[in-house]
């Protein structure tokens, strides 16, 4: 005589059947398992089986949204591209000079915070694609809005404008390799490290402030506010 068990919690949640997903929904799904696996593992080690196994789903769906690895990784790439570029172009709106660069900073550390698993595919790049240097053409792109910012300042204050490329090349390397040492360590906050970092790039070593702060873009400098009126 069989005696039957009563039904318990495990046997109701197993004989729900998991909901299907749509296919914008079950695109982002990959584009998310993928993004971990490609920043854990980089581009050559990460293999279409282990996306499909870890997304729950069967190899011919990854071929079927994205036509293999390499689409699926071009389509991260330039999302993470995107999602900086953004974020960098819009700190560089009109405000003041020094907000702006403060701004750039603060962009910089605020991706590679929120988006670790993005910045981290694009500092390793692959090698079966021309993404290796998108990383590099970006920053080049954020030196040239710099150089701008700067040859503008250096005509109102009488100086060179000429040397504005040497002081955004200066200025953006000084951030990008400070930002990149910050991603290990996570300490000091990134607010406190960007207002350090533009005290550098804005008082220099002789002038530093002895509590730099983040201004407001209208706000002014220390040595504007000991300036005679």
Known sequence: MTVDRPTTKADQVQRVPRARMTGPQRRHQLIEVARGLFAEKGFEATAVEEIAQRAGVSKPVVYEHFGGKEGLYAVIVDREMETLLEMITSSLSKNRSRYRVQQVALALLTYMEDRTDGFQILMRGSSTSDDTGKYSSLLN?????????????????????????????????????????????????????????????????????????????????????????
């Open 141 to 229: 792109d954020a030196i040239s809005q710099v150089e701008h910012i700067l040859g503008g300042d250096f005509e109102r204050r009488g100086r060179d404008p000429a040397l504005a490329p040497l002081y955004a090349q200066a200025l953006v390397g000084m951030v990008t390799s400070t930002a990149q040492w910050w991603l290990d360590v996570r300490e000091p906050s990134k607010e406190v490290v960007a207002a350090h970092l533009v005290n550098l790039c804005w008082n220099g070593l002789v002038n530093l402030e002895a509590d730099p702060h983040l201004v407001g873009p209208n706000e002014p400098t220390e040595s504007e506010k000991k300036r005679p009126s």
